[in-house]
């Protein structure tokens, strides 16, 4: 009974196991994205991307309104009056009796206003500049937009890689236990074996069996993660990454042939020049320090100059002595003298947002300070660990083949070649997961430095 129940989970794994299979075998005929190619899909496809687009947008519209404030206004108007008569005031001359109209009955009143109010304290100019710099500060947030999107991306893109590559393992481990029982069990008829070893082998299969599943259920989850989060609808496939590490390292080390100072003191002042982040701080404090000149031009005062051209029109005509057309031109000086305090508040309230850009600048330039050298020091430590990796790979490779000949030859135990198998699967997926994370750190350094989007050639990173 236990041996019927054992063989029908077997069996049932296995199915599965198939159906996995001819599942992302179909996946493999479907289009295959490389990584640029999902990168032109994410900056087509991004809320967050298009968020900071129309940041970009509103910005600019800020400048126009700027510009706006130098230019005068016309206005032109128009007024209707209607009375319910008309009103007369009689006289009398020489025996005649006359009377004129004192109120007419249709008004009619038309005209064209032009205004222009100057400020003395060059508020203007002041509002002009910082439209501009908002624009500039909007403009190094699209970046940073676009760089650490991009840089999610290609970490969603690498776990993919490592899941498929973890699926391979699993495979690969369920076909070489499948020999070893296979084998186990050819011994055990030839009574070489006893039947403990056979049963060890398939409850290792089992188990391979069932790791296999969750590789493949992983890479599932992964694979549809990406396509949620970049916006691909379709089936895919994802093409293996075709920038060689050895091309990754040699960017890096061109960063760092050119450094005249300590390897990590010249990434932390690379990152300080490109770095987007810390250009869009800068920004603020150059906007925060303008936003100071604009509110003191309060304190002095403004010039309106204002002309006007109107013609009225009584119907009847009356006798009073107001002009049809009326034509001035006029200067007004305004001074606030009091404001309950307003002025001297938003004074207080630029000089504090001031003092606050410029705290968070240098906060900024601390976490990216610590965010460089983490970069950097993980990307040592993944170089180093990677060549480990690889010679525990060799060796654990060369070991499985060796115990397993010996094992064939009756020299070794199945103890012996389920400890090498496991040995070289474990070395198998060890070796695999550090060579993907040490190319994606590699990408990660270039993205603390701020050298990340300027090394993708996409068409839409500008």
Known sequence: MKKRTFNAITYNLFILSLLFSITFNAAAFAYEY?????????????????????????????????????????????????????????????????SFPIQPERTLIGGVKLEETISLGGAQFSRLDISKQMIEKSGFELYTAKETFLFDVASWYFNVLKAKKSVTVAQANADRLTSYKNSAESKLKAG?????????AKAELSGALAELLKAQNDLSVKTSALARNIGINNDFAIADYTTSQKTNETEIETILSACKTAETACLVDTAMTERAEVKAAM??????????????????????LEGLYQRRDDSPSTSDTMPTETMYGAVMLSFPIFEG???YAEVSEAIHKKNQSELALLDLKKSLENDVEASYYTFLTLKKTLTYFKEQLDYASENYYAVTRQFNAGLATSLDVIDANNLLTLS??????????????????????????KSIPTKRTD
């Open 283 to 304: 920004s603020t404090l150059e906007m925060t320090k303008k936003q100071i000149s604009y509110v003191k031009s309060a304190f002095l005062p403004s010039v309106t």
């Open 428 to 453: 198998e997926k060890q070796y695999s997961d550090a060579y993907y994370d040490l190319t994606l750190s590699t990408l990660k350094l270039k993205r603390s430095t701020g050298l990340f989007l």
């Open 192 to 200: 070489e074996i006893t039947k403990t070893a056979l049963l060890r």
């Open 341 to 343: 305090g307003l002025r």
């Open 34 to 98: 490389s990584l640029n190619e999902l990168y032109e899909i994410a900056l087509k496809n991004s809320e967050k991307i298009k968020i900071s687009e129309e940041e970009l947008g509103v910005s600019k519209t800020g400048k126009d309104k700027a510009v706006a404030a130098f230019l005068p206004t016309v206005t032109a108007y128009g007024q209707y009056y209607r009375y319910n008569k008309a009103k007369y005031n009689g006289l009398d001359f020489m025996n005649y009796s006359l």
